[in-house]
């Protein structure tokens, strides 16, 4: 389910599974239409009925959750409740991405190292909070925002602006809004599998979530991605395994929602090595997933069984050596508005880069542009400098109107 370039990743990795004859994506881009043993059904993914029902018509005997909205709404146990199998989190479960309230809360009472908080119900008691703060100030929308819910503000006044205009929206998601400490350090995207006790790493990667290069302009959804990340050595992975995912699943099944599926750890470390939760997503983080997907050198499927069947702990997950560097090639303006509907050229001779859609259709056999990230173009190299090059000079050969993206994506 879902419609974007993890999607269209993850659809690409299982159609290459030797037990995997069809895959079909509800409703998938112009990219998921192109590939092989792969085709789209025009199901909205939170149409929870229609989808059930295409799944039985068809016998489908697996179906995977790529966006967070209908895992928080409960489609795993709807699917459940009708017979058949899907995989991701139980909506209580999927509460460690729905409410980032319930998030901090969770972290703070099982002890798992996060940015100090506060929790606000109105914008007068948020803003005069704010007024005894100095900058930089981190403002979250408490619920589902896209990867757009995150405000690092500089000033108070820029501090006072948000908390208005989160409180003022019809849509803000929650009532409530989080004020934290601002960390510093570099962030680090940690994915895992989980079988509710068990779980297997994926390799690590880095995205970048600003609009422009160096660290700039607006939070998006995520303009690249990197991986693996060099300054993750086995002294810090240990410590990411033992101060926040062990304690994290372990929390889970004393909450009694025990987890299930992909879980990513958004992370930051600090300048002294040490490591601290900034958020949880309840699926595979995106645009993280196609530099991930491109370096899996397991059987996705396979590995997912495993998982739904409680026997992760005799999987192994095995990833190329080689570095894979994705950058996102986004429509003018995004994430605020922009255009859709512009024809996009150059795809069909590129040899050094896969091109995962993430938001494109193909109208009157036309592929157009469709969404504010519209490609993440992947490349592998035997270092990461090799990587960037063959992603870039794919970049280049790529055109539609109004492009955009990043130049620095894979240099920290």
Known sequence: MGNGGREHAIA????SSPKVGQVFVAPGNGGTEKEDLVKNVDIDPMNF??????????NIQLTIVGPEEPLVGGIVEYFSDRGLICFGPSAAAARL?????FAKRFLQKYKIPTAGFQVFSTSDSAIKFVRTLS???VIKKDGLASGKGVFICQT???????IKKCFSEKKAGSKELLIEDFLKGEELSYIVLVDGEDFKAFSTSQDYKRANDGGMGLNTGGMGAYSPVAFVDDALEQK?????VIPTLRGMIAEGSPYRGFLYFGLMVDPSREVYVIEYNCRFGDPETQ???????S???????????????GTMLNFDERTSVSVVMASRGYPEAYEIGHPIAGLENLTKAKVFHSGTKIKDEVLETDGGRVLAVTAMGSEIEEARRKAYESVREIHFSGQTYRTDIGRR
């Open 156 to 162: 108070i006044t820029a501090a006072e602006e948000v």
């Open 240 to 244: 990411i395994i033992e101060s926040i």
């Open 135 to 137: 900058g930089p100030i």
């Open 299 to 313: 059987d996705l499927y396979t590995a997912i069984l495993a998982t739904l069947e409680g026997k992760l702990n």
């Open 49 to 58: 009925q229609d989808l059930s029902n295409f799944a039985l018509s068809q």
């Open 12 to 15: 690409w990795k299982l159609a």
């Open 97 to 101: 991405e729905g409410s980032k309230s």
């Open 291 to 297: 530099p991930i997907m491109m370096r899996l050198k």
